[in-house]
Each structure stands twice: as C-alpha cells, then as structure tokens.
C-alpha cells in the first residue's frame, strides 16, 4: 500500500525528519506533506501582496497563504500526523485534527502523557495515539507492509 | 433571517450567557447550542459505561460520548462563535473551528487581541473575529434583522 | 437538545422497550425509529410484489423494500444504537454500523462483554461500548439535558 | 477497463489467492487490495502503541489502526468483494459492506447458499451474490474485457 | 414513519390518483409531489419568457423550467414511484429514475412484465418492482405502518 | 408545491418588492430571502468590529460579515432569481450564480437584452432567463400552483 | 486538455466507433469508454452465477452485472455522449443522463431532429444536443485542442 | 508540491502568458488550465451543432460547450487565479469566483486597487488579492517550493 502522509504541527523539534528519514530507511511507499516550516517564512507568506501597517492583517494574509498549501495537503493525504509539543499554543495543529475529522481523513496524534487531558477531544477522534516518532514509523510500516 | 448558533470554547467566563441573553433581549429569532459546559460533567460523561484504571481511556470514553453532542450542534448550525480565553490551551475549540472550516460552516472567533498571532490560522478561516460578546451580539442583530 | 435515534439489530430480546420506556419516563426529547421488527412481516416485506419459488429472491425481494425503510431511518437519525445479542448472525446490525461510520452517524454499541473480540471493529468505529439499556438511557439523557 | 478491487471477509480458506492468482493468469488489469490478513499480526496492531491491560482497549487499539488501512481501501476501490465462511461471526465483513453500501461502492458477496437468508440485507444491496472464487473471476474478466 | 414520495412519469392512466386516493384512505402519513401532469401546460411552462420560432428552443425553455420542479421533488422526496406505460418513450421517466439512482434516493418502478427486459437497467437499480398502483399503496403502508 | 426563493443581485430598482408582492397578491407559498439591500448598512456591515483606516480592509470585513448571510440563504433557498441592472458591475450578482451553479441550486436571470451577450456564461447555467418581474412572477406561479 | 469520454445509448449502428476513429484521426488527448456493446454478451452477464427460470431475475443479475461498469464509467468520466437511435425504448441511455445530471457530468445527446419533443428533458439538462458524430468530434477537438 | 492552476478571466492583456512564463522560468511544477482564450472562437464555440437566427441561443450554445471545459478546468484545480480588468463586465470571471468559493477551491484574485469596493464579496471569499502578475508568480513558488 502506498500512503500521502500530511505531518501537522510543531516545528520546533525534528520529528518530521525522524519520521520521513525513518520511513525511507525502511523503503517504505509513502510521500510526506507539509505546511511550510520555515517560521519566518511562514509569517511572511503574503508580505510580498503589499505591506500592513496593522498586526492582523499581516497574519491574517500570511494565514490565508499558507491555508491553500496546508487545505491541499490535508485534502490530498490519506492519513495525517499531528504532533503537539509541550509548548506554544498550537491551535493550528488542533485546527488541522478538527478539519482532519471533519473530512473524514483518519490521523494519528504524536505527543506526551502530560498532554493527554487537554487533548482528550483531539485523541478522541484521532485513530492512534503515539508517544513518539518511532511508534509512527512501526504504524506505517505496518499499513504499508504487513500481509 | 432564523439562526441556529453553536457557541465553542473557553467556560471559565460568562461569554455565552451575555450572547444569549443579549440576543433574547433583543428579541432575535436564535436558537443556540452547545458542548456540556459543566466541567466535572463533562470529564465524566462516560464513567456510566464502566470504569477505568487509566485515565487515557476514562477521557477517551468521554470525549466520544461528548463528541456526539458537539459533531450535532455543529453540523446543524448555521453559525459558530468560537472563543479562545487567555488560559488553558483550549485545542476542542479549535479543533471545533477546523471542524466548521473544512464543513463550510461559517464561525466567528472571540479572543483578546494578545492571542492575533498564535490564533492567525484559526483567524484566517473565519468570517470574523470579535473581541467582546457584545460585538458578537451586534453582529447576530445585523445578520437576522437587517433590512 | 433534540435526538432522532435509530435502533438496530437483535429483536428477540425487549431491549427497544426498554430504551422507548426508559426516555420516555424521563420526559426526553427523543424520537424513535426502527427497521420492522415483527420478523414473519420483515421476511414477507416483498410477498406482495408476486410469488417467487426461489427463495433467494423471496429474501432478496422483502430485503430492498425493508431497505427503504433502514436507509431512510439512517439517513434521518442523529444517532444509532447497535444491538448485538448472543444468538445468530445478525449480519445487518453490522452492516448498518457500516452504514453509520460512512455516512459520519454516530453509534452507540451495546453487547455483552463476550462479543468484544468478534466486535472489535465494529465497536472500533463506535462512540461508545454498553451493556445495558439502562446504559444507553444515561447517555441518551446526558446528551440531551445536562447543561 | 482497469479494476481496484478491495477482498474483504473470512481470512481462513484461500479465496484471496485463487481470484487474485486467477485474474493473474487471465492478465486482467486488476489491482487487489486488502485488510492485513495476519491474524496474530492484526489483533498486535496496536501494541506497539502501549500495553493494555483491559482486552477491550487492546483490540481497540488494534482496530482503529486496521481502520487505517481498511478504510483507505474501501475509499480507494473501483470494486468489493465481501466473503463470508460457514464459522465465526465475520461481523467486519458485514460492516465493510455497509460501508461499501453507503459510500456507493459495488460490491460483490461470496457465499455459500446456506447463508442465504443469513445475509439477506447484505446481498439486497450487493450487485451479485458469487458461490464461488471461479464465478467472482468470470464476472471481473468480463467487467475488464468484454467489448 | 413519515414519507415524502415523488411520483414520475406515465400522465394518461389514473395510476397517481389510485395511489394518492389509497393511500388517503388508509390514513397513511406520505406526501406525494409529481412534476406537472397537465401535458400542455407543460409544453407552455416556458412561453411566457418569449415565443419562440424554433421548436427545439420552446421545447428547453419549458424542460428547464419544468426541471426546477422536478429536481425539487426528487432532491426533497424520501422516496420514487416511476411508472412506465406501454406507449410513448417516456424518457423523462427513465431519466428521473438515474437522477434518483446517482442521488442514493430509493424508487420502485409500476410496469407491466411487457416492458421488464426493456427496463432492466431501470428495474436493476430499483428498490422494487410493482405491477399495480394496488401493490405500491400495500408497500407504502408496511414501511409506514408495519411495526 | 411550498418554495424558497433567494433574491440576489441590484439594489437601485424595486424589483423585489414587485416579485414578493405579486407572489403575495396571488397568495403563493413562497419564502424570500435576500442579502442586506440598505447600501450603506452593508457596507458598514464589520464597521462594529474595530475602525480600519485601509479601505480594502472595510469592504473584506463587511464583506465576510454579509457572507454569512448570503451562504445562508443560498444553501437554503430552492430557487434564486439573479437581477442584472444597466448599471455598476454587480460582480456579486455573477458570484451568487456561480456559487448556485456549482451547489445546483436552480436559478433564474432576470435582465434585458441588452445584456444577454456579456451574461452568456451566466445565463447558460441558469434555468430561465426573465426579462420583467411579472414573468418571475409568472413561473413562481407555475411552478408551486400548476396541477 | 486530456478527457475521459464515455459512450451511451444505442448500439445498432456503428456511432461509437466513428467518434473514436475521428478522435483517434485528430490525435485528441480523449479516452473512451462504454457499457458492454455485445448484445448477448450483455443480456447473458449474469447468467455465470447461476440458471434462472423466471426472464426477471436473469435480467436483472446481469443488469446489475453490468451496472458496475456503467457506473464506474460514468463516475470516472469528464463528459458523456448519450445516443438515442430511432429505434427502441433505449431507456438506459435516459437513465444514464439522469445519472450524469445528478452527478454534475456534463453530456451531449446525439440523436435526429425528430426525437427532439420527446427527448426535451434530457436534452433540458444536457450542454449540446449533436445530430451527428461529426458533430460531437468537432466539440471534442475544441475543447481539448483550442487555445 | 504540484499544482493545478486554473487562469480565469480577462483575456485582453497577456497576464495569462506572464504568469505561465514566469512559473516556467522558475522551474515551478505547476500544470495551467483555461478557458477558449480565442475571443471569437469562444464565440463561435456552438456553430458547428447548427445556425441560430436568434443571437440568445447563438450565445446559449456557445456558452454551454465552454462550460464543459470551464467546469473540468475548476474542478480540476488546486488553485484558481482570477483576473478582473478595467473594461468590459466580466462576470464570467466573478461567476467562476462563485463556483470555487462553493466547491472550497481556493482562488487569488488579481486587479487594480480601483477595482476594491466593487469586487468586495469576489474578494472576501479570495485566499489573496494580487495586482500583478509577479505577485500570483511569488506566491506560486512560495507554495511549491519554500521549506
């Protein structure tokens, strides 16, 4: 089986990298998405529509950008992986799950017990739970793989 | 115009009694709704089922019992108000929002200014964001009463 | 808030009763629907219609005029409960479990602890697992008077 | 034409192999997919996730990464083919063709005639009801290939 | 049980009238709804926007405003009656039949067994195949009435 | 027949007060529904929600204020009668039935002929083209009156 | 622009392969497909699964035989041509216009001058009504081919 | 990333060339899709299916064989690109806007700031407002390319 993996959330630790180093090792069939992760870049993804004096619109903008690669990608997978992280707000990751259930995209959450209660809404949707980079590589190397 | 709102988010503070009562003040033609809002309720909605030694699975079972008023009361509104407070990382509420942007269900934000940016995505799907219930009560007024 | 419940499978046991009586006595604001339960009338749903040796198509014949009745029960509930009893196959309750999880209609098994295993991927995409009518009556008056 | 077709149902005689291998040699452009048919392997799907103690959240676990898979499966066919054997309850055979039902995918059901009334729901909503490995090749030859 | 039923096609025998007037008899709780039966009313359905010189364009101008009926009570109707007379080509009526088909919307065909080979790929689709206006009044009261 | 019909489009004639009068004169069952036509409150529509000293971001505001509206009424309308002046662009009026035009919600122009060629595409997709308020009146008539 | 064209109606005169030919002939980017052509072929696709004695049922097991192709076809299919001879009742290929309006699939009816009144709703719904296959090549290499 | 851009709208200056250029120069993976850019063979895209006296349905027909392809090129899309320019009415181009806003495709309009307030509802439902070729062409390889 051959899966689209969109990876939703936290970008400052290197989870994505485990995950799609780790899945290449094992040639696995899968291809990875992604929003941009380049924070900076990020925030100025609709600079270049024109300067804003006001905070808002400039997120807002940049916002709006980003949401054409990050809709396609998540319309385009076949299961995503959202990783909360123990910092940071994160609302778009859970933005990510919600419109992830809504669609009927199947997801796996990626984080740590102490997050488990304030997830519970999030994990409760989500078809797995992992704890870590490499539980989200034996999964898929199990969809992938397993007879 | 008849409305059917679904208020989301933050229950440390009286936002959705002001909206309620404000439009009932006003006399306007809406109906609302909303997860349970009692906290110790809510954590316990599936204790009734059987209970657990592991708190993963005691939240799981609520959030999936909790999940079929929320997944109602969104698919059958025709608006959302979705309010962030300053506390708490309030992912269901913007899990909710994910789950109005990919259904099309139009939603306003509520939120202090100091959350714009960690908000931004959430922001960028919206119809509108709000800073009080009263804008928000304004804007229910204009949309089912104006000429 | 207001429920359309459909109730599906095992029909040799009171279990319906009990759920009706159950929310009635409490005064819930819920709307009950079935497939027909009366099983000579079920089997002989296509009598009518012309006589058949074969009796496949005597089946396959009383089938898609019940079908009418099952999908537009589905299609029109708010929620689902699954009864899966200890005798027979009772191959269209999963069935319509299936039919649920596709449409996103969320369900509500309830089985002995005994058909777990053989239920696991049924009750997989189920809100919530219970034993007991009395059970289901909890969750049913939760969702639909706590505040 | 050029087939998917999803084999879904009873994992203990070689059914899989004999349309898969027969369509082979027919050179029929067909591509199968499957369930991971595994058994040990499939209730273990899970665990690399956690342990359990309570049986119910092993299978669990388990049955929602199987969903993965399952799902993507059924989305992605052109074609099911749903079998039932004479044992066990193969209640996610039922409930792969409710989903199938629901979604509009045709499928196909293989079983014996004893099963017949057994499965009256399930084959009402099928496009053919197959007894054997031989006659689900002969229709997917002359789906794919006749002029 | 409550139904919302179209009735398509033939306008030259009394069948609508029989099935509307037994079904009032028995109390039974349908709605019916149908396109116009006035036959030249409905050829004239859009004269007012114009005369036309050429037939062709008198013709789509009152098929289109015609459609807006009909595509109104197929997309609201629970369920179809499509009947099929011995005379004229009655296309329309085979083409509601696919429109229902493609919608998931359930009909029955009333045609005599003269016309069953002609009408396989319509019967083939059909929830039920009735021979009298007598045999789709007893359907409509068992799927409304049958306990 | 009961309809809901949306009115979109022109602000600078009353050609909705003679369509909603004529229908109420003729005592049909008809719901209309409209965007705010009071120029300058729709343009104000965001006003409340904060100043903005960039006009672009006044309009956006309003405009996705009086969105919600308008979604609302065109996802629950029947019916929309689309009004194209001699004046202004009325690019919203074209926005309305492409929207229409992808849900399949049917609709009807109304304009002259002077703008027949610049409205091709618009009026290709459009159930009927109207020149006056009397020959909407006239089909609203047919459509939920004519036997 | 690439196209998947699928071919319906009437199969006693040779329609099918002069569209073919003459796309081939234009080197259009165009791949066709069709129901099964054969007419005994057709009749007898079901008849692998088992004898019937009663004409309804052997026509209905290879109706629904072949409905899994007409339905893969259609569903896969950017444009339809649908052909009525003069001949026979050829309700399928009104139905399968039906089908195509339901779904959104564009169609083109190719059929005489003198089936114009009876076919007025299915021409009512169709983008081009063509009296010739020179005619539908021609549609077909402009819209693949012009800049 | 990939992507699928559909270009629609004025066809008076050579912003269609700009953009394709300019993507093609950067070595961008994007595939561009557009309506009949020939002003007079859009025109005359009917002609060929018979002579109209009346220039309406001269229109009509022409306008109809466009909508095949306009309606492939929108549903095929990742990402439309709509121009609106100082002359003409162009609301073909506001009536494509529409139908991506309803399907969820994303679109960037792209117009002079004189052009603001009229095309306010086209531009609340946009992901950006650009005034040039180079800013759709920055943003293009902002979401195939950036990390």
Same mark, same amino acid.
């Given at each position: ?41 990020? %925030? ?67 984080? %740590? ?24 590589? %034996? ?9």
């Amino acid at each position: 089986m051959k899966l689209k993996v969109y990876l939703s959330g936290e970008i400052h630790s290197n989870w994505r990298t485990q995950i799609i180093e780790g899945c290449k090792n094992l040639g696995l069939d899968i291809t990875f998405s992604s929003a941009v992760t380049d924070h900076d870049a990020s %925030d100025a993804a609709g600079d270049g529509l024109g300067e804003e004096s006001n905070s808002f619109w400039r997120d807002h903008k940049s916002a709006k950008v980003n949401a054409v690669r990050i809709k396609y990608s998540i319309e385009n997978c076949d299961l995503a992986i959202i990783r909360f992280g123990e910092k940071y707000k994160q609302w778009n990751a859970a933005f990510d799950a919600g419109y992830c259930a809504a669609l009927g995209k199947p997801y796996i959450t990626l984080h %740590d017990e102490s997050l488990v209660h304030a997830l519970k809404e999030v994990d409760g949707s989500a078809q797995a739970w992992a704890q870590s980079p490499t539980q989200v590589i %034996d999964i898929l190397k199990y969809l992938t793989t397993q007879a």
